[in-house]
C-alpha cells in the first residue's frame, strides 16, 4: 500500500512559468514532510521541507503547501528555471521520531527554454 | 565537510553471489538509513541504523543486512542475488535530534546478471 503518491509521472513547464508539483498522502500519523530534488547518477538532494504545524513554507523561488485535512501537498517553483529539470520527490516522515522517510515514486519536471 | 561518500559507484554480480556495499556518512553524523531504488517503485527505505543499532526495517527479505560500525560506517548486504536486487542502492545520514533532512551519498549502481 503506497502511502505517499505522486500521481503525475512527468511535468512540463516553460521557463519563466511556474511548476506544480503534488503529492498526496494516506497516513494520518505523517508530521513532516520534505521534497527532495533528483538528478540522473547523484543521489537525491534536500530541497525543503514542512511540518504539519503549518500550511505554508518558502525558501526562494521553491514553495511547499500543506493541506493536512485533504492529506495533500505541493511544491510551486517559481520561476521556473532550465536547471530545475530533474526528478522531484516527495516524502514522508512520522509515527515516532523513527528517521524512516516514506518516498513517493518521483515527478520528471522538465523546463523548456 | 565532506558529503555521503558510497562505494562502489558500480558493481555487476551475478545471481546467487552476494555483495557489500559500504557508506561513509557526513562527519559527525550517527544516524544512516539505506533505500533501495527502482523505476517501478522509486525509493524504499531498507533499514536506518543509529549508534550501531538498527533503528528500523522496511520490507524486504532477510537476505538483506545492514551493519553500523563505531564510526558511524554503514554496510549493507545481500546475499543469494536475484535479478530484481538490480537498482540504485542510496545512503543517508543525518545529525542526530529533530532533524528529518538526510543527506544522500550518490548511490551504488548494482547490476545483476
Known amino acids: 500500500d503506497q502511502q505517499v503518491k505522486q500521481n503525475s509521472p512527468s511535468l512540463s513547464v516553460q521557463e519563466g512559468r511556474i511548476s506544480i508539483l503534488n503529492c498526496d498522502y494516506t497516513n494520518s500519523m505523517f508530521d513532516y514532510f520534505l521534497w527532495y530534488k533528483k538528478y540522473p547518477a547523484e543521489g537525491p538532494t534536500f530541497l525543503i521541507s514542512i511540518s504539519s504545524i503549518k500550511d505554508k513554507n518558502e525558501d526562494g523561488r521553491f514553495t511547499v503547501f500543506l493541506n493536512k485535512s485533504a492529506k495533500h501537498l505541493s511544491l510551486h517553483i517559481v520561476p521556473s528555471q532550465p536547471g530545475d529539470s530533474a526528478v522531484y520527490f516527495c516524502a514522508a516522515v512520522g509515527q515516532g521520531g523513527s528517521e524512516k522517510l516514506v518516498f513517493g515514486k518521483g515527478t520528471k519536471l522538465t523546463v523548456n527554454p | 565537510k565532506a558529503g555521503v561518500t558510497q562505494t562502489p559507484r558500480y558493481l555487476i554480480k551475478t545471481r546467487g553471489q552476494q555483495v557489500t556495499l559500504s557508506c561513509s556518512p557526513i562527519?559527525?553524523?550517527?544516524?544512516v538509513s539505506w533505500y533501495q531504488q527502482t523505476p517501478g517503485q522509486g525509493l524504499q527505505f531498507l533499514f536506518e541504523?543509529?549508534?550501531?543499532?538498527?533503528?528500523n526495517k522496511g520490507n524486504f527479505p532477510g537476505r538483506f543486512s545492514g551493519r553500523q560500525f563505531s564510526n558511524s560506517r554503514s554496510e549493507m548486504n545481500v546475499s543469494t542475488l536475484e535479478l530484481g536486487d538490480s537498482a540504485l542502492y542510496l545512503c543517508?545520514?543525518?545529525?542526530?535530534?529533530?532533524?528529518?533532512?538526510?543527506?544522500f551519498g550518490p548511490g551504488t549502481r548494482l547490476t545483476v546478471t
Open positions: 543517508a545520514s543525518t545529525e542526530r535530534g529533530p532533524s528529518y533532512e538526510q543527506y
Open positions: 562527519s559527525g553524523h550517527r544516524s
Open positions: 541504523y543509529f549508534s550501531e543499532t538498527q533503528r
